[in-house]
């Protein structure tokens, strides 16, 4: 067994593929229009899914927001460099929301990103 991919339910799709595209880098690697559902499904990722888990972005139709409540964490990326990848999405035009630094109770260094829904995006840089 293995992780194959999350789902979110976006409310734009494409300010959401941006961000996941041009601020964060991962590459758009299907999408596919079901009209008689009326939703969109859009695959990202930073390797091919047979190699990787990705992320599966779900555009219903018509719906413009979501409650995101109080169970969900966040999706963690590692990185070689917080504090760089934190600047990068700034110039990108994306939004930091916790700033490059060490966990409150360990010595990992951490950030946190937001998408355009609101999901958390944690950096987590390579230790040594």
């Known amino acids: 067994m293995r992780i194959l991919h999350t789902m979110l339910r976006v409310g734009d799709l494409e300010k959401s593929l941006a961000f996941y595209t041009e601020v964060l880098g991962m590459k758009l690697l299907r999408r596919h229009d079901y009209p008689e559902g009326k939703f969109t499904l859009a695959f990202v990722g930073y390797e091919d899914e047979a190699r990787s888990a990705v992320i599966e972005l779900t555009h219903n139709w018509g719906v413009e927001k979501y409650e995101l409540g109080n169970a969900y964490g966040h999706i963690a990326i590692e990185v070689d460099d ?35 829904d609101g999901y958390k995006i944690e950096f987590i840089q390579k230790r040594g």
């Open 82 to 116: 917080a504090a760089q990848a934190c600047e990068l999405v700034k110039q990108r035009g994306g939004k930091v929301v916790r700033e490059a630094g060490q966990m409150k109770h360990g010595s990992t260094v951490i950030a946190f990103v937001e998408d355009p």
